[in-house]
């Protein structure tokens, strides 16, 4: 039976499957389906050659080789730095799946190692007769830079997504969900497999899954991700995760975290359990980046996929998860556009929280989600409805550099860009000034404390009487004074525009003096080095809280 024939047959099928999944009514409406781009063996090839090559990374310094043959054949590679020269091999495991009434070829996995970082490495997958392929191991420090893409699929517009993400330099690819588009019809898989070769067995593709690799239909096929799980296994063991459908890994001073939207995420999950368990783990020190891959995103002003419980119910119970582990940057596919948000956090901007990117704009069959939601919302910053891909150049522990790039433009020229910082560095951000100020803010409040200074931050900056993030005139003057003259110079940049609490900053060395003048009245003065005269750079009457009636404290 060819494959229309099989897509026919299964068509009620599928129907139910995705009633019974997805359980949920769309008010999109999508345009018709484009065909798919079937990929066959190529005919100088045998049932024992090695086709499907894709690899993945395994801890740091080590990779997975995995291929597909049509016959038995052992689960061998030799690898070896120098092309044509003999290498050490190792020897991994074979699997197989069955589907219905398909039977997948042989599934060989080697994992190799230990590499050397950002090294070209030449390999053979089975017999000595397999071609020589070769690929690049990710460097061990920034920069590093990641090729980002979600909803993949296998079309012309798949095709010309991949042509531009070769172009790119890029050392590891990222891909939140929704690979080959499948959808129940097998040999879709292995078209898949040998469409992606060419990138995926040169660099490791690092995925998760999204709703187009359940595969699961009532009372047929019970058991979700069959051929997603054997086809594509991740280093999950690696991170304590108990399923290939959530794990995280290290790479180049990133940590990087895969979460599943179709596998159980609520508080008692076990994947809610392992992401509070990960995210307790990070070093900082030695990742001070930290990203996440979703599949239906938490924030969507596109018309498409609104009011799932993938993305409702996820982001109720692991929002918050995210907000306090600093995350940088979260990316999600599911929704067939591309839209970037501020740094966002339960609904608002919020300067500590993730920047929410929506990448789901591979070149999938379903075509364009062109609708979105008007006006649009302060939150959301850029918005197209484009086939395209996404690079992110983390250049080192602080910097990093998000361009979107359209397959429409044929130059390699960045449709949409955003220069971030790494929230670690960011002292207003640090887990201990926000708990502190959680848990002790309303206590100063209450006993009308005048002033509160703080060091840490290397600059000088005088807020107004604040609590609560809002002026309020019995509250404290908070100045911070962290401009002493250390060794790690000034912190010289500021969040723009700047908020109305925040009355005078500059980023100088200096030293400031309160001069209490009596019962009521205080002198605040900063003076900074670079002025020869003793003059006040900024000052400030202030006057004291217990001498105002209006904020008298209450017996």
Known sequence: MDLRGLRLVLTFAVALAFVGFIGGVYSYNRPPMRKDLIVRRLEILDDSSPQQVHISSVGEDKMRISWI?????PATVEYTTTSGAQGTSVTGTTSSYDYLTYKSGEIHEVVIGPLNPNTVYYYRCGSNSAPELNFKTPPAQFPINFAVVGDLGQTDWTKSTLQHIAQSNYDMLLLPGDLSYADFIQPLWDSFGRLVEPLASQRP???TQGNHEAEKIPLIHKEPFTAYNARWRMPFEGSGSDSNLYYSFDVAGVHV??????TDFGPTSSQYSWLQADLGKIDRNKTPWTVVLIHAPWYNTNTAHQGEKESIDMKASMEKLLYQARVDVVFAGHVHAYERFTRVYNGNTDNCAPVYINIGDGGNREGLASKYQNPKPDISLFREASFGHGELNVVNSTNALWTWHRNDDDEAVASDSLWLTSLSSEPACEKESIDMKASMEKLLYQARVDVVFAGHVHAYERFTRVYNGNTDNCAPVYINIGDGG???????????PKPDISLFREASFGHGELNVVNSTNALWTWHRNDDDEAVASDS?????????PACKVQN
Do not use: F, H
């Not at 975290?257 to 179709?262: F, H």
């Not at 400030?540 to 105002?548: A, G, I, P």
């Open 205 to 207: 593709w690092m995925v």
């Open 540 to 548: 400030l009457w202030l006057t004291s809280l217990s001498s105002e």
């Open 486 to 496: 250390n060794r790690e110079g000034l912190a010289s940049k500021y969040q723009n």
């Open 257 to 262: 975290i895969m979460l599943g939207s179709y």
């Open 69 to 73: 043959t049509d016959s038995s054949t």
